[in-house]
């Protein structure tokens, strides 16, 4: 491997991390309200806040996700790709060939 292309894919891994995490919380949300419906006398403004945070950590997330597609793109460029074939289950009764390259891990 490059020594150049190590930290693009350290980045790429650590983002995948932090969209990991930010699904995890948009999931709380989605709890959270769903919670909220179940209490008697709900207050509007829980509901309100709670949307909020959920659509703000949305917008992050895309935000997030825009930057691992630019790092993605920059590895693509930057990897001496060496393309192995494998086959993958699907499931027990189906499998799928697949071409990716074992450095950046791009699938053709
Ligand atoms: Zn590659």
Known sequence: MTTSLHPYLEMRKKYNEVLSNIDFIIHNHDDL???NDEINNKVKKDIDDIQNSKT???DLKNKIKQLKDN???KIYALCQHEFIDDCIDIDPDYSQNIRYCIICEYCE
Request: charged share 10%; proline share 0%; net charge negative.
């Open 71 to 73: 790092i993605s793109i």
């Open 56 to 58: 703000d950590f949305t």
């Open 33 to 35: 309200l769903q919670l």
